[in-house]
């Protein structure tokens, strides 16, 4: 895995962020696209359908929804602890990420090591909510981190999400 370039915007408007978004997937010739389905991005991953519908990019647009249930429930609270144990510690930990490329990997980096962690009451990984960090950081945001775990993340196919839906409802139906 090698990280690049990084884009930033300080717009919270979809119609604003979108443009810089097409561009980049042009630019990038990239396949994929990943957003945080929570806040201003769900209006992103409306603009973003809309262009490719459009025949402006072909790019898959995925909605991702950190607050959801991981795919291995298990063993991490939500897909936020998912994402931030499995690709961002582990990445690092099994040396798999090559960030010698990267825009600005100091600050990233930085953001990665940020978040605390616990055990939650069923004995999963729970990772530290961005809020709790702002507050414990003084405001500072792990947003370039956030971005970095999304570039990374593979979605699950429909059929998939469907079997982890399954899996977390039965999970949850047993554990009650």
Known sequence: MIAGRQWTSHSDRPEDLAPLALSVILETEATSVKVDAIGIGWGLIGELRNM???????????????????SQPHKY?????????????????????DVSTMDDADTTIAELCQPLYDIDPKGRIRVEP???????????????????LLSFYEPPTASAQSWIRQYATAAREAAA
Do not use: C, M
């Open 52 to 70: 490719r519908a459009r025949g402006l990019h072909t790019a898959d647009v995925h909605a991702v929804n950190v607050g959801e249930a991981a």
């Open 130 to 148: 961005k809020d709790d960090i702002r507050a414990r950081t003084g405001g500072r945001s792990p947003d370039h981190a956030d971005a970095w």
């Open 77 to 97: 609270a939500n897909l936020r602890s998912e994402l931030w144990w499995e690709v961002g510690r582990k990445s690092f930990e099994q040396r798999i990420v």
